[in-house]
C-alpha cells in the first residue's frame, strides 16, 4: 500500500469512527431508561394507596348486614293498615325499628359522596394503559440491545481489521530502507 492508500485507510477508519459515535450517542443510557420508567411509574397509585383509599368503604356485607334489620315497605303495610287507634299503632309500631335506630344503623354506611372522593384519585383503567403505553416491553428492550451489540461488535471487527493493515503498512515502511 501507498501513502495514499493508507491516508485513504485512515479517512475510512476516522468515517467508521464518526459514524459510531454519532450512533451511540442517540441511545439511551441505563439511567435515562431507569429514569423514563420510573417517571412513568411514579403518578400510578401503588397496592397499598389503594387499599387504604377502599378500606374504609363498606363491603357488600356490611352493608346487607346493615340493611337486614331494617323493616321494608311490604312488611310495615299490612301491619298498619288494620289498626285504626294510636294505641294500638304504637302497640303495633313498637316492635318496628325506630328513626334513632335506623339512623344508628345507617350511619356507619358510606354516603355516595364519601364513595366518589375516595374513588376519585384512583387510576382509571384507561389511564393505566396510557401511562403503560409508551414504555417499551422487556421484549423489545432485550431485542434492541441485542442488535445494538451485534452492530457494534462488527463495527469493532471492521476497526480491528483496519487497524491491523494501518500497522502492518507501519511496519512495511519502517523495514523499509531510506534512501
Same mark, same amino acid.
Given at each position: 500500500?501507498?501513502?495514499?492508500?493508507?491516508?485513504?485507510? #485512515?479517512?475510512?477508519?476516522?468515517?467508521?469512527?464518526?459514524?459510531?459515535?454519532?450512533?451511540?450517542?442517540?441511545? =439511551?443510557?441505563?439511567?435515562?431508561?431507569?429514569?423514563?420508567?420510573? *417517571?412513568?411509574?411514579?403518578?400510578?397509585?401503588? !397496592?397499598?394507596?389503594? $387499599? @387504604?383509599?377502599?378500606?374504609?368503604? &363498606?363491603?357488600?356485607?356490611?352493608? !346487607? @348486614?346493615?340493611?337486614?334489620?331494617?323493616?321494608?315497605?311490604?312488611?310495615?303495610? =299490612? @301491619? *298498619?293498615?288494620?289498626? @285504626?287507634?294510636?294505641?294500638?299503632?304504637?302497640?303495633?309500631? /313498637?316492635?318496628?325499628?325506630?328513626?334513632?335506630?335506623?339512623?344508628? &344503623? *345507617?350511619?356507619?354506611?358510606?354516603? !355516595?359522596?364519601? #364513595?366518589?372522593?375516595?374513588?376519585?384519585?384512583?387510576?382509571? !383503567?384507561?389511564? %393505566?394503559?396510557? &401511562?403503560? /403505553?409508551? %414504555?417499551?416491553?422487556?421484549? /423489545? #428492550?432485550?431485542?434492541?440491545?441485542?442488535?445494538?451489540? $451485534?452492530?457494534?461488535?462488527?463495527?469493532?471487527?471492521?476497526?480491528?481489521?483496519?487497524? $491491523? %493493515?494501518?500497522?502492518?503498512? *507501519?511496519?512495511?515502511?519502517?523495514?523499509?530502507?531510506?534512501?
Amino acid at each position: 500500500m501507498n501513502d495514499l492508500a493508507t491516508a485513504q485507510v #485512515l479517512r475510512n477508519l476516522d468515517e467508521r469512527t464518526s459514524r459510531i459515535e454519532q450512533r451511540l450517542h442517540s441511545f =439511551p443510557t441505563r439511567e435515562e431508561m431507569n429514569e423514563a420508567i420510573r *417517571v412513568g411509574v411514579e403518578p400510578l397509585a401503588t !397496592r397499598e394507596e389503594l $387499599r @387504604a383509599a377502599i378500606q374504609p368503604l &363498606a363491603t357488600r356485607e356490611e352493608l !346487607r @348486614a346493615a340493611r337486614e334489620p331494617l323493616a321494608a315497605r311490604e312488611e310495615i303495610r =299490612p @301491619a *298498619v293498615e288494620p289498626l @285504626a287507634p294510636r294505641e294500638e299503632l304504637r302497640a303495633a309500631g /313498637e316492635p318496628l325499628a325506630t328513626r334513632e335506630e335506623l339512623r344508628a &344503623a *345507617v350511619e356507619p354506611l358510606a354516603t !355516595r359522596e364519601e #364513595l366518589r372522593a375516595a374513588v376519585e384519585p384512583l387510576a382509571t !383503567r384507561e389511564e %393505566l394503559r396510557a &401511562a403503560g /403505553e409508551p %414504555l417499551a416491553t422487556r421484549e /423489545e #428492550l432485550r431485542t434492541g440491545i441485542e442488535e445494538v451489540k $451485534r452492530h457494534t461488535r462488527i463495527l469493532f471487527e471492521s476497526v480491528r481489521d483496519d487497524i $491491523r %493493515l494501518l500497522a502492518e503498512q *507501519v511496519v512495511g515502511l519502517m523495514n523499509r530502507p531510506r534512501g
